[in-house]
């Protein structure tokens, strides 16, 4: 039986819904999918909540009515520029030194990284161990199995705000659809556009949105770094706007169907004519001039980007270059120009390497990296938890009763009112979470290490 999971990817610039499943091949093939303009969120958070619920019902009922599914939950996205990261390092000391590590031990370290000290407003969202060390014997990716007195680790904390995660919460509340799950948006577009090999070979992945730049540095299949940068498309799209004295709509195209990452490269001799505001004469604007302002901010940007890399301590050791993806990725002669400032391979990425079925094409822009990275994670979420999705064919829903649907939320605007219980029966406590994580973590490592039955891991 297939399949089914639904996403919702909340935009500075534009909200999709997409509907996926997964075929017998584990490819996965988009039923369909649907945006609208985002005009209630800014740098990756919501800020008007009542136009962003409009968007989100317009896009929902749209990718309803053309995938033939009918669905009251979705997985969702979460980005912005509160996002942040931190290292840490955590230890225990065990008891007995001549008995091997456990599981158990392994999951309690991780479990205690959920109790640091972080700001007042603010929640983790990811706990990544990096490696583990037993006894200074340092480098070591599974501690299991090994003797050892003291258990050490090091780790990589994702933080974000509470407030947040709660608007986007009540949005889709406030659309009659429940939150499955929230997932890092950079994780998620990491796992549509990046390889295998690019993970183990050490790669940076650069996700241009409208509002935000998030990086992610992978190096031996482990997220070692993420960073939001509140810069994006549309500041490019301002400076156009300002630099060239046009309206915000008009400069948007110009960027879009003109524009160039490098003004060397632009033509000179070509201008192109921009409507003069209210009846005013014409302005002519030279694509040269033209590039060179948006060369001005993408150096900018990936300056920023660049800070990052060396910020991660991973700059010597990415093989693999830079990936560039999102809606900013599809500007002309970026590749150079990201090329000329890092001094590293860099590739468009395109979220095809899962994708099978009819929709293939259309889907396969870098805009829609996020929206199928999203499809992904579910699917793992579903797998991992065991989960069930409650989607099904849209003909079948009079003879269902939706609890979300049917029943209004009421005290939406009181933020202490508790929100409506999201699929109890399948949350787990944290430390059934943590061990589900750090399994499939273990699952992953060379399969020639050998231990006591009891500790083997679990398929």
């Not at 390092?89 to 456990?102: F, L, P, S, T």
């Not at 479990?111 to 640091?116: G, N, R, V, Y």
């Not at 509140?230 to 490019?236: I, K, L, S």
Request: proline share 4%; aromatic share 6%.
């Amino acid at each position: 039986m297939a399949q089914y999971v639904a996403a919702i990817d909340i935009g500075t610039t534009k909200i999709v819904a997409i509907v996926g499943k997964k075929n017998e091949n584990g490819k996965i093939e988009i039923l369909g999918l649907s945006k609208a303009l985002s005009k209630g969120v800014k740098r990756g958070v919501v800020l008007n909540i009542e136009e962003t619920v409009t968007a989100i019902q317009t896009t929902v009922e749209d990718v309803q009515k053309r995938s033939g599914m009918w669905f009251s939950e979705v997985f969702v996205g979460i980005a912005g520029q509160h996002i942040k990261s931190m290292k840490n390092r955590g230890y225990i000391i065990r008891e007995a030194y001549d008995d091997v590590i456990k599981k158990e031990e392994v999951f309690k370290l991780i479990e205690d990284m959920h109790k640091i000290h972080i700001d007042i407003g603010e929640e983790i969202i990811h706990v990544i161990p990096q490696n583990f060390i037993v006894d200074n014997e340092t480098g070591i990716k599974s501690p299991i199995g090994i003797c050892g007195r003291r258990l050490e680790a090091n780790f990589h904390i994702v933080i974000g705000q509470v407030a947040a995660a709660k608007n986007i919460e009540k949005c889709i509340r406030m659309a009659n659809l429940k939150v499955k799950d929230m997932i890092l948006e950079p994780l998620a577009s990491s796992d549509a556009v990046l390889t295998e090999d690019e993970k183990e070979a050490g790669v940076v992945l650069v996700d241009i949105g409208g509002g935000t730049t998030d990086v992610a540095v992978f190096y031996d299949n482990i997220i070692r770094h993420t960073a939001v940068i509140p810069f994006g498309g549309n500041v490019v799209t301002r400076d156009i706007k300002e630099g060239c004295a046009i309206l915000q709509r008009y400069a948007e195209q110009l960027k879009i169907q003109y524009g160039s990452a490098l003004g060397d490269l632009a033509p000179e001799d070509k201008v192109v004519s921009i409507p003069g505001i209210s009846g005013r004469e014409p302005k002519e604007i030279s694509f040269k001039s033209l590039a060179y302002i948006i060369q001005s901010r993408m150096e900018e940007i990936i300056d920023a980007v660049n800070f990052e890399i060396q910020n991660s301590g991973y700059a010597d050791k990415l093989a693999a270059g830079v990936v560039i993806t999102g809606g900013g990725a599809m500007l002309k002669h970026l590749p150079q120009l990201m090329k000329f400032k890092t001094a590293m391979d860099v590739r468009i990425g395109l979220p095809n390497e899962h994708l099978a079925g009819s929709a293939k094409n259309e889907i396969n822009q870098p805009m829609y990296a996020t929206s199928v990275g999203l499809i992904m994670r579910g699917f793992e979420y579903l797998e991992t938890y065991k989960a069930e999705f409650d989607i099904c064919p849209a003909d079948e829903v009079s003879y269902r009763k939706n609890p979300v649907i049917d029943k209004p939320v009421e005290n939406i605007e009181n933020e202490d009112a508790p929100a409506p219980p999201v699929q109890h029966e399948e949350k787990l406590p944290l430390m059934e979470k943590i061990k589900i994580m750090f399994s499939k973590m273990l699952d992953a490592e060379d399969q020639s290490i050998t231990v006591a039955d009891d500790q083997k891991r679990a398929k």
